[in-house]
């Protein structure tokens, strides 16, 4: 082709021509999938990702066309027919479907598969409530396994270090998903289940943040579920979000909604902790006072039987089994009290260890740096969203039926008001109105 003559697109020219070609081809699709990836937003548009073993296609469902839909709910996995049209979303190039109704036809294959694994691995006895374990009251290390660069890790050790500022956490990292990631997590679970005394920890946190059923796949197959039932460490199940359910999380000791809230359940607040050792300690003085002042009141009463002839006898043996109960009441104090203080001395040396004046003035900086980052964020989104609306308004004005009549093309309707889509569903002399972009003509078919 000439250089001079040849024509040079904008992506935005290109993109729109692709979208209006594909409207006008693929105006009514009904399409067969698999549902996976659903998002619900709050404007309330549905989003999500509809595939088969071959391929995928994204959806968008605005809220006007999933009120009238005949589905009203969507969850992952399901088989559904998907019916709409074909277009383009031009901001990214992606084909998708604008649907307009969507129909359940059953259930897909990734969520039947994960129903039998289930099924399977809870006749084996791996979900049985009686092996499960429970948590340390106060663990002095804590093992993670998950992905090292995403945003649960960073979210787990933050929140560890504000409940309890000082806490040994060590992390293992591994893939989360795609190929080879099952192999990995569970490296890491028997990595920390097997290690000696010196690298040993007392709970496990094993997850990562949400995604669609196949990219929390890997928490499904039999390295990381096997790896989790023979774990000599109590495993915590992180996986996802509150309503994403994998295998590990039914045969963990304990299933966390997400991998933040794992982190709450996994220790206590410090001051908390504290607290309850200074409410114990009161309520062991209380428990010594009361028996003593029992004791007291039995060997006072026990002076009142004066006129007993064997006075002077009952009177040792009370004072020898008083003497017997303050030596075990004092043992048992000292200890309770050694337990105590060694806890409480644990506890202090943690609490030397925080520095809180570096840990404000790092999360000052930290929140300088997030709001310069927020500003500059909510500049690009209405810059963004400028733009889409001027795409839009243009989309909208090429898509006018009006616009259409003018450049030359007719609507024909039949004696009954329906558009004539199909010349074979006319008969000879049968009346016909045709509507052109300025006025009307009435016509009567003429068949050979």
């Known amino acids: 082709m000439d250089p001079v003559t040849e024509k040079i697109f904008r992506v935005s020219e290109l993109t729109q021509l692709l979208k209006q070609a594909l409207e006008a081809q693929f105006a009514a699709v009904a399409v ?49 027919v998907v019916r709409g049209m074909l277009s383009v979303y031009p901001l990214r190039g992606e084909l998708q479907i604008i649907a307009s109704d969507i129909r359940l036809q059953g259930i897909g294959d990734i969520y039947a598969a994960l129903e039998r694994l289930k099924k399977a691995y809870q006749e084996k006895g791996y979900f049985d409530p009686a092996r499960k374990r429970p948590l340390p009251l106060l663990p002095g290390r804590i093992g993670v396994v998950t992905s090292p660069t995403g945003a649960d890790v960073r979210d787990i050790v933050r929140i560890l270090q504000r409940r309890f500022p000082g806490i040994a956490v060590v992390i293992y990292p591994a893939r989360v998903q795609g190929e080879g990631a099952a192999a990995e997590i569970a490296a890491g679970i028997d990595h920390f289940s097997q290690a000696g005394p010196g690298a040993a920890v007392d709970v496990l946190i094993v997850g990562r943040g949400g995604g669609s ?8 197959e039999a390295p990381v579920v096997e790896a989790i039932f023979r774990s000599r460490v109590p495993v915590i199940s992180a996986v996802g979000h509150e309503t994403d359910f994998t295998i590990a999380d039914f045969v963990a000791d304990l299933r966390a909604a997400t991998p933040s809230a794992a982190a709450e359940l996994v220790v206590g607040r410090k001051d908390e902790f504290l607290g309850r050792i ?8 209380r428990a010594v006072e009361r028996r ?25 043996e009370r004072a020898q089994r008083l003497d017997n109960d303050e030596f075990a009441l004092a043992r048992l104090f000292q200890q309770r009290l050694n337990a105590r203080a060694q806890s409480w001395n644990l506890a202090a040396r943690r609490f030397a260890a925080f520095d809180p004046l570096g840990r404000l003035r790092q999360r000052a900086l930290q929140l300088r740096q997030l709001d310069i980052q927020a500003g500059a964020l909510v500049r690009e989104a209405l810059q963004r969203g400028g733009e889409r609306l001027l795409l839009l308004e243009a989309a909208l004005g090429g898509a006018s039926p009006e616009r259409i009549l003018a450049r030359g093309y007719s609507i024909t309707t039949d004696s009954r008001q329906r558009v004539v889509r199909d010349a074979a569903d006319l008969s000879a002399d049968e009346r016909v109105d045709i509507r052109f972009a300025r006025g009307r003509a009435a016509a009567r078919v003429i068949k050979e």
Do not use: C, I
């Not at 391929?55 to 399901?78: C, I, Y």
């Not at 059923?213 to 499904?220: G, I, M, Q, T, V």
């Not at 200074?278 to 003085?285: A, T, V």
């Open 32 to 80: 067969l999938g698999e549902a996976s990836g659903v998002v619900l937003a709050s404007s309330g548009h549905l989003y999500f990702t509809l595939k088969d073993g071959g391929g995928a296609m994204k959806v968008a469902m605005f809220r006007g066309a999933l009120a009238r839909s005949t589905l009203k709910r969507l969850e992952n996995g399901q088989q559904v």
């Open 213 to 220: 059923y196949e990219d929390l796949w890997a928490f499904n």
């Open 278 to 285: 200074d409410f114990l300690r009161h309520g062991l003085m």
């Open 292 to 316: 003593l002042h029992e004791s007291v009141s039995a060997l006072q009463e026990l002076r009142g039987e004066s006129a007993l002839a064997d006075y002077p006898r009952r009177l040792q």
